[in-house]
């Protein structure tokens, strides 16, 4: 099952279980389009070098029972500038 982390490991920005700007790689590093299109070399992974795609939303109801995690995740990745919050 997926973590859901709740925010982008390189600017802060918090991304909602529900997020549809929310990307991932498969090791889970999570970091938000944003991010992905304007910081990240080649719109790869910073941390393992995989693709980063779309972040799927659980559904509600499988939310409320496998809930989201609230360990926020960021890394001080040369290329976010100082941008972590």
């Given at each position: 099952m997926l973590e859901l982390r709740p925010n982008c490991e390189c600017c802060g920005?918090?991304?909602a279980a529900d997020a549809r700007d929310a990307m991932i790689c498969s090791f889970e590093c999570t970091f938000c389009a944003d991010c992905v299109d304007k910081r990240l070399p080649g719109g790869l992974c910073p941390n393992c070098g995989g693709e980063l795609?779309?972040?799927p939303i659980?559904?509600?109801a499988k939310l409320a029972q496998s809930p989201a995690s609230t360990v926020c995740v960021v890394k001080p990745h040369p290329f976010?500038?100082?941008q972590s919050s």
């Open positions: 920005k918090p991304l795609v779309r972040r659980r559904p509600a976010c500038d100082g």
